[in-house]
């Protein structure tokens, strides 16, 4: 399943990054395809997917939309996952399970839901 992630979402990084250079996308099958297998992970409803699937600018925000969530719950986790241990090491473990709550109160993709869950889950 991570790897499945990690390529689509690293899927999703290349064609944002070559779609914002040249501002505009092309709205292709594979895209498609792309754009709806990747909407669950990124906590993306199926009607808002088939939304951004309309026209090829509604596609470059969805597009733009799915990497913002990764790469924003990507810095979210790690600076969590920092401040964490830094409290656990320093023995404050109610410090340290508080730093997965906040993460998991703003949190919306799955994958770091459940990496949260789990540091959370390791601190008990």
């Known amino acids: 399943m991570v790897e499945d992630l990690e390529g689509d979402w690293h899927q999703l990084r290349v064609l944002d990054t070559r779609a914002?250079?040249?501002?505009?996308?092309?709205?292709?099958?594979?895209?498609?395809?792309?754009?709806?297998?990747?909407?669950p992970s990124v906590a993306m409803t199926t009607a808002e997917?088939?939304?951004?699937?309309?026209?090829?600018?509604?596609?470059?925000?969805?597009?733009?939309?799915?990497?913002?969530?990764?790469?924003?719950?990507s810095q979210r986790m790690g600076d969590a996952i920092h401040r964490m241990y830094r409290l656990r090491d320093q023995g404050d473990l109610d410090g340290a399970r508080q730093q997965m709550r906040d993460l998991?109160?703003?949190?919306?993709?799955?994958?770091?839901?459940?990496?949260?869950?789990?540091?959370?889950?390791?601190?008990?």
């Open 20 to 39: 914002q250079t040249k501002g505009t996308l092309v709205l292709d099958d594979a895209l498609r395809a792309l754009l709806r297998r990747a909407g």
């Open 49 to 73: 997917v088939e939304a951004g699937l309309r026209t090829p600018e509604a596609a470059l925000t969805l597009l733009h939309q799915m990497r913002q969530r990764v790469t924003e719950g």
């Open 104 to 124: 998991l109160a703003v949190e919306v993709v799955p994958y770091y839901r459940e990496l949260a869950q789990g540091q959370l889950a390791d601190l008990d």
